[in-house]
Nanobody, 120 residues
Framework: QVQLMESGGGSVQTGESLRLSCVIS????????MAWFRQGPNNKRDGIAR????????YYMESVKGRFTISLDHAKNTLFLRIDNLKPGDTNMYYC?????????????WGQGTQGPVSS
């Protein structure tokens, strides 16, 4: 399993952009997928974007399509999530996760989470 550490977030203006990072310790290819989850005030953790480590194909939850971009930099062993046109509802905890399951249905490595953008 890999170890994951998120960073990013902070105070930004509504409408601006922000990028979250997740540094991956270990072999990226030991995981089939990497993903970003967000957890709101109801403590429910929802997957919002994932990417296959092999071919880089992304998948987005419908509600974030067009504003969120997931990317994986193999050279830096880092997973990114770019959020454009920030909205007040984007203020959540964000977690990155890794899945060794071929279907990417279950995630077995998690970071500690990072506070997402806070509208100022």
């Amino acid at each position: 399993q890999v170890q994951l550490m998120e960073s990013g977030g902070g105070s930004v203006q509504t409408g601006e952009s922000l990028r979250l990072s997740c540094v991956i310790s270990g072999d990226i290819y030991s995981s089939n997928c990497m993903a970003w989850f967000r957890q709101g005030p109801n403590n429910k953790r929802d997957g919002i974007a994932r990417i296959r480590t092999g071919d880089g194909s992304p998948y987005y939850m419908e509600s974030v399509k067009g504003r969120f971009t997931i990317s994986l930099d193999h050279a830096k062993n880092t997973l990114f999530l770019r959020i454009d046109n920030l909205k007040p509802g984007d203020t959540n905890m964000y977690y990155c996760a890794a899945s060794t399951v071929s279907s990417c249905a279950d995630f077995n490595s998690w970071g500690q989470g990072t506070q997402g953008p806070v509208s100022s």
